[in-house]
């Protein structure tokens, strides 16, 4: 073949942007005595190159951008100079580069076990034949081609195809002397030969919305939380600790007096000192990977390797999660791997197919949400989630995942009518697929970062979800109660009146506590959408609906479980959350959202500091009925239990309005009881009905204990009990 026959070829294969290897063309190739350098460049007028010891200006062959020229000898390095437009600029050739990528990593990323796919993917600064660039691949195996567009070019789609590695399904480019800061996008030349301009899935930093470009990150971060990370890889499993979880989503946590949203220094330096005076042990920050709409809260992910950039950069949240934990307080982050958003800038429809959603509608696409779900059985997806699961844990040093949604995954007629889903291949309506994905995704997540915690928002009756793989469960540490939430909101949302008639749905419970381990949400779910706040759910006057809420804050305290509270019930806020502005952080100017602050604080500290409260909150022998059946004085009383020194706090709970004067309570031991809690106290906004004065017992036996005392039981509250001996 001719070499105007082959660049003719080649040519249209450029002009189309379907080259499948534009390195075996442009660049610098042998010939039969001599060496040929071909430059495709549409814009440029002149092309010159310039090596050590010579110059020598390219001859136009096509009127379509191609130079060409012959050289006695191949340069051991050299540069181009382009004119064109009335401008001059210099650059060196990318195509005469070998792949950045070698055949061991693109085995593991074809075979799907590629477990630090971001260090090999994406854009990274790098040094590749001793010049210093971008390393771009991305993963797009049915693109007939695939070009690299800058800001720096332009956006010129023409000027930097791609390279296709084979049966990878890889695409890549080493574009020299590129660094940090460089904005780039992905045009896709699909398998139905459609053009798609793409953002770059594996992106590690992105534009702030609603600007979509990708961003090349490098970090430069010193991490100074060593002492933290060795302290979490010594301690118990987390069920026997303390876990009060704040969350938090921090656009709207706090703002300055312009509505401005703080940074992730500025959040991370508040978030720790008030994390701190509330005594939570940790906050859990609802989704930070980059979404394109405010107002979907961080559950449309766009970018699930970038940390959104509204708060600002990713070195810039290393040093909040950094800032926390140099002050004892974990990170949890929300993560969404069950759906994504159709935007056609992102994943959807990536390459011409359904490459990250499933391809059938009935499994691939979500009626409720309108987004799109992966195709958990495609090995490079779960690959892509996996992956991304440990790059928040690795690169961000969270503390804990907690799984969004994972009810969605299990069930493949999660919200479809009868006809609109597949069964399995047994006839069941299991996802199998996405539960293989789970399993996988808590099994490597333990190996390689056993300290790390997993939580499951599942909201069915799933078995085994937070059960060992081994042992024919999903792996998750912690399960999202959501039936305690629903139960406990219901009878709380009644006026005390009523209550008695659903005594049961704060005893129901108890009846499966332990066949999970479970944390208690009251999250953001409950705050939104026409529910009103926590606050606004409660009955009757002021001062009761804040009694309500002191005593419903006591009952989940003490209730076995670790805690979640979203963010602004801590204070009593009276709006509905609203993402688009601060918590109305005024209201503790007043005494009665003043002292729920307070109430939650004393919460905290006498929850750590009594191991009744957690130490045993996984077994049965951790809780004691004392009375579960006095629903007429919608009066409930139970003891907690240490594994060390057995039944040791007392919980009595009345949710009524009613003063219970000379009640007498069961208790286990003989001796002096001290009460430690008083939800009703006047520091906390109550009418101040406490025990002030040591409990001594009796020798008359009640509810079922051999030792008993009469206490005073507040209105609409709840007192904790503890043995002194």
């Not at 580069?97 to 854009?123: C, M, N, R, V, Y």
């Not at 909201?459 to 540490?477: A, E, N, R």
């Not at 729920?596 to 929850?607: D, E, F």
């Not at 286990?668 to 017992?697: H, M, Q, R, Y």
């Amino acid at each position: 073949m001719t070499e105007a026959s082959a660049s003719g070829r080649h040519l249209e294969r450029l002009k189309g942007q379907v080259h499948h290897d534009p390195h075996s063309f442009l660049g610098i190739h042998r010939t039969r005595d001599r060496f040929i350098l071909r430059v495709f460049h549409p814009v440029a007028e002149e092309v010159e190159v310039r090596a050590a010891t010579s110059t020598t200006l390219l001859e136009k062959t096509h009127e379509d951008g191609l130079f060409t020229t012959l050289l006695d000898t191949q340069p051991a390095s050299y540069q181009l100079l382009f004119r064109g437009a009335g401008h001059s600029w210099t650059a060196r050739d990318p195509y005469c580069f070998t792949p950045t990528l070698g055949s061991f990593d693109l085995h593991l990323i074809q075979e799907g076990t590629h477990l630090e796919l971001w260090k090999k993917l994406g854009a990274r600064e790098t040094v590749h034949q001793g010049v210093g660039g971008v390393a771009f691949a991305v993963w797009a195996p049915n693109a007939q081609g695939v070009s690299l567009m800058t800001d720096a070019s332009h956006w010129d789609d023409r000027l930097h195809p791609m390279r296709s590695m084979g049966g990878s399904g890889i695409w890549e480019l080493f574009l020299p002397d590129a660094t940090a800061g460089l904005a780039y996008k992905f045009a896709v030349i699909g398998s139905d030969g459609i053009k798609r301009i793409k953002a770059d899935p594996m992106s590690r930093r992105c534009e702030h919305p609603p600007a979509t470009a990708s961003i090349v990150d490098s970090s430069n971060f010193t991490w100074q939380d060593g002492d933290w990370l060795k302290a979490r890889q010594v301690r118990p499993h987390p069920g026997q600790l303390p876990v009060s979880v704040y969350e938090v989503h921090p656009g709207s946590w706090r703002r300055d007096a312009h509505n401005r949203v703080l940074s992730y220094t500025e959040m991370g330096e508040a978030l720790a000192e008030y994390c701190t005076s509330m005594g939570f042990t940790h906050v859990e920050l609802m989704p930070m990977a980059e979404h394109p709409l405010t107002e979907s809260w961080g559950y449309q992910v766009t970018s699930y390797f970038a940390p959104t950039s509204r708060y600002g950069t990713p070195d810039q949240f290393r040093q909040m999660v950094d800032h926390l934990h140099r002050n004892g307080i974990g990170v949890f982050i929300d993560w969404v791997p069950a759906h994504f958003p159709r935007d056609e800038w992102a994943l959807a429809n990536f390459d011409g197919t359904a490459l990250y959603e499933h391809p059938d509608p009935r499994r691939g696409e979500h009626p409720d949400w309108g987004t799109l779900v992966f195709n958990f059985g495609r090995t490079e997806v779960r690959n892509f989630l996996i992956a991304n699961a440990l790059f928040w844990i690795e690169e961000f040093h969270v503390d804990g995942v907690r799984v969004d949604a994972v009810a969605s995954m299990l069930y493949l007629d999660y919200s479809r009518p009868p006809g609109g889903w597949e069964p399995n291949i047994y006839g069941g309506r299991e996802n199998l697929e996405a539960v293989s994905f789970l399993r996988d995704l808590n099994s490597i997540i333990g190996e390689k970062h056993p300290s790390v915690v997993t939580v499951a928002e599942e909201s069915t009756s799933w078995p085994g979800v937070s059960h060992p793989v081994d042992m024919g469960g999903l792996g998750f540490h912690f399960k999202w109660n959501m039936g305690w939430m629903h139960d406990t909101l219901d009878y709380m949302e009644k006026e005390p009146i009523f209550r008695k008639y659903h005594h049961n749905e704060m005893t129901f419970s108890l009846w499966y506590a332990w066949s999970e381990n479970f944390i208690l949400p009251i999250s953001h779910d409950e705050n939104v959408h026409g529910k009103g706040s926590l606050l606004g759910k409660m009955p009757g006057d002021e001062w009761q609906r804040f009694a309500n809420l002191r005593v419903l804050l006591g009952w989940m305290w003490s209730h076995p479980g670790k805690k979640l509270l979203f963010m602004g019930s801590e204070f009593g806020q009276y709006a509905e959350w609203n993402c688009n502005r601060s918590l109305d952080w005024h209201l503790l100017e007043f005494p009665a959202h003043m002292g729920v602050q307070k109430l939650v604080a004393a919460l905290n500290r006498v929850y750590r500091e009594t191991p009744e409260l957690w130490e045993a909150d996984t077994d049965p022998q951790g809780f004691v009925w004392l009375d579960a059946g006095n629903a007429d004085q919608n009066l409930l009383s139970f003891l907690r239990c240490s594994r060390s020194a057995g039944p040791q706090l007392a919980c009595i709970a009345n949710f009524s309005p009613n003063t219970l004067s000379g009640y007498r309570v069961g208790l286990p031991l003989a001796g002096i009881w001290k009460e430690v809690l008083n939800t009703d106290a006047a520091e906390f906004g109550g009418s101040g009905k406490i025990n002030p004065v040591p409990i001594s017992t009796e020798q008359i036996r009640w509810n079922e204990q051999e030792h008993s005392a009469t206490i005073t039981v507040p209105p609409l509250g709840m007192t904790w009990l503890l043995h002194q001996g």
